[in-house]
């Protein structure tokens, strides 16, 4: 029986793949779909060369072999053999990583490639784990030549990363720019090419990353990886297909919970005081739940899994009906242009925002020693539309004042 099953992975943010594939299964994960060919298709000629090593490990994992109880070292000498056939599926690995045939930046050719790193890491993990003595065994390193195989998790690595500041908004279409990343301090929160797999507080890992003095994030996170967990606090981030837990639904111009995943039927009307508030890049409008989190902290950058956003802020609601808006987050620092934004959505879904007070975090204010939130108070959220978020211009009609009376001489 196979030790490492194989399972393909959900989403981009994960590994392509984990464990040990089939020929059937790897032949289908290094698939790719090509337009040119209209087809899912597979880089075969340079691919190939690993079934035989794949089907040998396999035959050998699953034969079936009787143990006694009193010989222990059977047993490991069948776990030190199964590490010798993992051996052989990394230097097949090694093998093309190092080829001509690797050579290209086609779509398929990518994949391919990709996929080949993903397996050379498991199958190294793996044989390391399995070996007696890895070091003598050659199953480490300098046996694997693994400067190379650093060089392919490095590539890994950073294409992962790339695409998750796409997922960000830090690159990519911005629609506009409209949309607003989370904020710097926080980007190594969203696991960034899959360095920070707890997402544990970004602003904090920042902090102890810095003061290691390691220039990459990626070796600092794998060496204090215990102190880290232990240390600091684990934000929860919400899965895609479970934020619709979180959604609004709109009616005659209040706000319900979603009822259910599969319906837009509303639930109770929306009642709370300074809750979290998101709308998501999709034009979502998001609202904490009010349950209990078992070890883990909830941010702006929950909802929405650190992606971009429309508006953050707090929310008050009565019944159903808004009663109080601010743009209140340290994640992701809305300035007036997504508020304009966030108030679009919201009248757009019948809201009534002529009597809803908007308390705007222009920034901070060092008040002696200590830096206060510099908020001003806008009489009605409906003059930030009007005004088309001209604040100068809403502090001069009288608009809008400053929390802070020594600001408004």
């Known amino acids: 029986m196979n030790p490492f099953p194989f399972r393909q992975g959900t989403s981009k943010k994960s590994q392509v793949f984990t464990g040990i594939p089939t020929v059937q299964q790897w032949t289908q994960v290094t698939k790719t779909r090509s337009w040119a060919l209209a087809r899912a298709s597979r880089f075969s000629a340079g691919l190939q060369p690993l079934d035989l090593p794949l089907k040998e490990y396999h035959a050998f994992a699953e034969a079936p072999i009787d143990f006694e109880e009193e010989a222990p070292a059977a047993k490991q000498r069948f776990k030190d053999l199964l590490a010798v056939k993992l051996l052989g599926i990394c230097v097949a690995c090694q093998d093309y990583l190092g080829s001509s045939v690797n050579k290209g930046q086609s779509k398929v050719k990518k994949h391919g490639h990709y996929c080949v790193v993903t397996l050379l890491m498991e199958a190294t993990k793996y044989a390391t784990e399995l070996a007696t003595k890895p070091k003598e065994t050659g199953l480490l390193v300098s046996a694997l030549q693994m400067q190379t195989f650093g060089k392919a998790r490095a590539r890994l690595n950073w294409k992962m990363m790339r695409e998750d500041f796409r997922q960000l908004g830090v690159l990519g279409n911005n629609s506009g720019g409209a949309l607003k990343a989370l904020d710097s301090h926080y980007w190594l929160e969203a696991n960034l090419g899959g360095s920070n797999p707890k997402n544990l507080q970004g602003a904090s890992v920042r902090d102890k990353w810095a003061a290691s003095g390691e220039e990459s994030f990626f070796i600092f996170a794998k060496k204090r990886a215990q102190e880290l967990e232990r240390d600091l606090s684990h934000v929860k981030y919400i899965e895609k297909g479970d934020r619709w837990r979180f959604h609004i639904v709109f009616h005659k111009g209040k706000l319900y919970r979603r009822k259910e995943k599969a319906t837009l039927e509303r639930g109770e009307p929306l009642g709370c005081t300074g809750k979290l508030f998101i709308i998501d890049s999709q034009g979502y409008c998001m609202v904490m739940l009010p349950e209990k989190l078992e070890g883990q902290i909830f941010h702006h950058s929950s909802m929405p899994g650190g992606e971009a956003v429309l508006f953050a802020g707090a929310i008050d609601a009565t019944n159903g009906k808004v ?87």
């Open 323 to 409: 009663t109080l808006i601010d743009n209140g987050s340290g994640h992701y620092k809305p300035k007036m242009e997504q508020c304009v934004e966030g108030m679009k959505v919201l009248q757009e879904n019948g809201v009534d925002l002529k009597n809803v007070p908007f308390n705007f975090l222009a920034g901070m204010v060092k008040m002696g020693e200590a830096e206060l939130p510099n908020f001003a108070i806008i009489d009605s959220a409906q003059e930030i539309l009007d005004s088309h978020g001209d604040f100068a211009r809403m502090l001069q009609t009288g608009k809008a004042k400053w929390a802070l009376p020594h600001l408004n001489k």
